[in-house]
């Protein structure tokens, strides 16, 4: 019997000319995103690396200093106490939220809790409240003149501390930020909890787990890349924060100075100092401290998760 050979109607293209179109395919898809990544957020960092070598000066105008401005920065004690701050209230706020967050987030998927949805949206909808609008709200709260705290200590013939003096105006900010966000953030733990495996738990219950054991040994370490990821996005926002003290400034000028936080001591340097230069070398710094810290939080989790 003999072979049949088919017969082919056309020729394969070379090799070369495949990898080249499957080349320019991928860029296609690709290109736009790396074009607008490259023009909101390289581009922003080269100018301010490019600001951070010069220094304008009144008399002889813009002039290159080379790092001095960099050597400024790591001297300049307003901008490290105003890191210090924010180092205390991450030290402090972030594990107050993130385990509020985790609590409601366990009792939601428990079952146990009644009107689960109406009390998943209620703790949700402090996120969809504008920044601005909710340190506002709170502002007045805090008020010892004219808000609540001020009703309270009238109403009761008290005298209840003042939530916006120097002492506690930090706590306050943390109030504001922790009612902002545990919705956020449980929001986060609980879509993980619901894509756990139900084998898990059944495996736990043949084992005879309680329900606390089944908590510890089964729903935290099956979620551990969600606790990451908060706590990664709550480090960044912590370093960030800007809006809360910014906002209440002007309730508390006495509280919180122009350099509160870094973020706000590089709004005064720039808009309100005309440093520019100094402000973008203040920023890349801040950026890099950032970057360190928010990378050291997500190779301990990754060890843990190992």
């Known amino acids: 019997m003999t072979a049949v050979t088919p017969i082919t109607t056309g020729r394969r293209p070379p090799a070369g000319v495949s990898r080249s179109r499957r080349g320019r395919t991928g860029w296609v898809f690709v290109g736009p995103f790396m074009a607008v990544f490259a023009l909101v957020f390289l581009?922003?960092?080269?100018?301010?690396?490019?600001?951070?070598?010069?220094?304008?000066?009144?008399?002889?105008?813009?002039?290159?200093?080379?790092?001095?401005?960099?050597?400024?920065?790591?001297?300049?004690?307003?901008?490290?106490?105003?890191?210090?701050?924010?180092?205390?209230?991450?030290?402090?706020?972030?594990?107050?939220?993130?385990?509020?967050?985790?609590?409601?987030?366990?009792?939601?998927?428990?079952?146990?809790?009644?009107?689960?949805?109406?009390?998943r949206i209620a703790v949700f909808l402090p996120y969809a409240v504008p920044a601005v609008v909710a340190t506002l709200m709170w502002g007045f709260i805090y008020g010892t003149r004219f808000g609540l705290v001020g009703n309270i200590n009238e109403a009761l013939g008290v005298s209840l501390p003042d939530p916006l003096s120097p002492s506690l105006v930090l706590a306050s900010i943390g109030n504001i930020v922790t009612w902002e966000f545990i919705g956020y953030n449980m929001l986060i733990f609980y879509s993980a909890l619901r894509v756990v495996p139900k084998s898990l738990y059944e495996a736990a219950e043949i084992d005879g787990a309680g329900e606390w054991r089944v908590i510890t040994a089964v729903k935290i370490p099956a979620i551990r890349g969600a606790l990451v990821i908060a706590t990664i996005f709550s480090v960044i926002g912590s370093f960030q924060l800007f809006n809360e003290p910014s906002i209440l400034q002007s309730l508390a000028p006495n509280a919180i100075t122009t350099y509160f936080t870094p973020n706000l001591y590089t709004f005064t340097l720039s808009f309100s100092g005309r440093q520019q230069n100094y402000a973008a070398t203040v920023s890349l710094v801040m950026g890099v401290v950032t970057m360190i810290i928010a990378y050291a939080v997500q190779l301990r989790g990754m060890r843990k998760e190992a």
Do not use: C, H
């Open 43 to 119: 581009a922003p960092i080269a100018y301010s690396l490019y600001l951070s070598f010069f220094r304008d000066q009144l008399v002889g105008g813009t002039s290159f200093v080379g790092l001095d401005n960099f050597q400024r920065a790591f001297e300049d004690e307003q901008f490290w106490a105003a890191v210090g701050r924010v180092l205390l209230f991450l030290v402090v706020q972030v594990p107050v939220m993130l385990g509020i967050a985790l609590l409601i987030a366990l009792a939601l998927d428990s079952g146990r809790l009644y009107g689960k949805s109406f009390f």
